[in-house]
């Protein structure tokens, strides 16, 4: 299974998310069996490493994360390389549209639909957040999860 992680800017929700589900299959002896990885709905923070706030709430959750990492765009290419992709919020399912704009395979979804709640994640940008962050993110790829 290939999951994509997609919220504005890739600096705080889906790598944050990219980073959880990462550690939830490896204690589940399945990481062999995913390729996970996040990306920005816009292209306004690429190159850019996790926001801080983001990678402090990460560690203190003692979810391990690549510090190297920097931010990227989604692409049209993305959609045939990812067997999912997962947004944070309903923006960023609009702005993606504009990327990709038919979805035949339905690869397409909100993170927090796996738990049956139709809602956003909210950006801990604007809201500064993070833990409320955390918790749904980590609800929403336990959900994915078999």
Known sequence: MRILFVCHGNICR???????MKALVMARGLDSQYYIE????????IGNPIYPPAKRCLSQHGVQFDALKRT???????????????????????????????????KIHLLMSYTGIGRDVADPWYTGDFEQAFQDILAGCEAILP
């Open 14 to 20: 889906s790598p944050m998310a990219e980073f959880v």
């Open 38 to 45: 996040s990306a920005a709905a816009s292209a306004e923070e």
């Open 72 to 106: 990227r765009q989604i692409t049209r290419a993305d959609y045939e390389r990812f067997d999912r992709i997962i947004c944070m919020d309903a923006s960023n399912l609009r702005l993606i549209r504009r990327i990709i704009p038919e979805d035949p395979g339905e």
